[in-house]
């Protein structure tokens, strides 16, 4: 169920579509807590003293927006989804643009499933690992690689999801899990040979 803040953020989302550059304008305010938010508690999973900060990842994701000439946008969680997977995206970029990707790099992340119905613990691993097993499930299921892509990086919440992919929340939630149990097996396995 949308609010009225969600009506107000997808009104002025559409109308930036449509060239209004300064619903753009008036939509940022609304939107950048949420997302400082959401990059914060993505960064929080990387080792201390990591040097990309919260902000600065917000920023760069707003930088990428700004160059789109009319974005097709249709409600916030789109567009929270779509933010999500900028995230990703510069993330990646960063990581491959520095030499190794070793722990000692900083470029491991805790990757949580404590939300898993089997008590599993968290992994210490690559942000380049993490993808490659994201990409790996896409080619098989499309749809929990997306769904793991945007609770991962984006912490985008099982309603939200349903919201952004047009289907029920027990569908997200079985997607969730079974994305979460592939990606567990296929990253153990990964952090077994990096250890070795």
Known sequence: MQTG??????????????GDLEARDRLIPLVYNELRRRAG????????????QPTALVHEVFL????QD????????QFLGVASQMMRRILVDRAR???GTRRKDGHWVRVPFHEARVSRPPLDLSILDLDDALTELAAFNERKSQVAEL????????EELADLLDISSATVEREWQGARAWLYARLTKRAERNDA
């Open 64 to 67: 990428r927006f700004v160059k």
């Open 151 to 158: 609770r991962f990086f984006g912490g985008l919440t099982l």
């Open 70 to 77: 009319h974005p097709a946008w249709k409600n916030r969680s």
């Open 97 to 99: 643009t520095v030499k």
């Open 5 to 18: 803040r969600d009506l107000d953020v997808s009104g002025l989302l559409q109308a930036w579509g449509c």
């Open 41 to 52: 508690a993505y960064l929080r999973r990387e080792r201390a003293g990591h040097t990309l």
